[in-house]
């Protein structure tokens, strides 16, 4: 006797002919009780004959199919199940891969280095409306939108973040670059151990750093301080 599915389980379809990753696809569904694996293709032409059946819940696609591109399959899925969430699942991390896929119609697109259960958690989130993505393709594609930095306005940042130190400020800084503690400093400027302590605060202030060393590879690096 067939297995009944209950309504509010999510069906799932995996078409991908790496019969490794089929394994743990499977095995890890197994393992969810709020999803089940209803089909398993290996080539394009499967998965384009699987669109002839009633859409399932989620649709798994590898782009590396035997007999083409798994672009073909998203994109026909897209157009014939509009009600199917589509997930990219591939060793392809390249931009143009990821950008003709999720213009097709792929909702989501995972590198095959998700571990079990982290595979049924963005599953769970595709399902629920969000698009889950692999880090590095996340990246990549922030990266393809990030503006191209302007050189008026990377010299207007440049000038911004330089620092300028009052003369006792810069005084200080250079003796505590060649070693002298507070209170040697406090002798040699003829002044309070609490006062040097409060040039040092406000240096800090102005590198934006927390420590000593921090503070003298900043002034460096900003032309505060000899190489």
């Known amino acids: 006797m067939p297995q009944q599915i209950h309504s509010s389980v999510v069906r799932v379809a995996l078409v991908d002919d790496d019969t490794g990753f089929q394994a743990a696809v499977a095995e890890a569904l197994k393992q ?6 209803v089909s398993v293709s290996g ?26 591109s798994g672009i073909s399959l998203v994109q026909q899925a897209y157009l014939q199940w509009p009600t199917c969430n589509i997930m990219v699942s591939t060793t392809f991390a390249d931009e143009t891969n990821v950008m003709k896929s999720l213009e097709a119609g792929a909702t989501g697109y995972l590198l095959k280095d998700s571990s079990q259960q982290n595979l049924i958690n963005e599953l769970r989130s595709l399902h629920s409306g969000g698009s ?39 005084e200080v800084l250079e003796l505590i670059t060649k070693g002298f503690t507070s209170n040697e400093i406090a002798a040699l400027l003829l002044v309070s151990h609490h006062t040097v302590l409060t040039f040092v605060r406000r ?25």
């Open 32 to 37: 969810a009780l709020d999803m089940h694996l």
């Open 203 to 227: 240096i800090y202030a102005k590198l934006k750093v927390n420590s000593k060393t921090e503070a003298i590879y900043e002034a460096r690096a900003q032309g505060l301080l000899d190489k």
């Open 43 to 68: 080539t394009l032409a499967a998965g384009l004959n699987l669109l002839k059946s009633p859409p399932v819940d989620i649709l798994i696609v590898d782009l590396g199919l035997p007999d083409g």
């Open 132 to 170: 889950p993505i692999s880090p590095l393709i996340a990246r990549k594609i922030l990266m393809r939108f990030r503006p191209e930095k302007a050189p008026l306005k990377t010299t207007a940042l440049a000038e911004e973040s330089c620092v300028t130190l009052s003369a006792r400020e810069q």
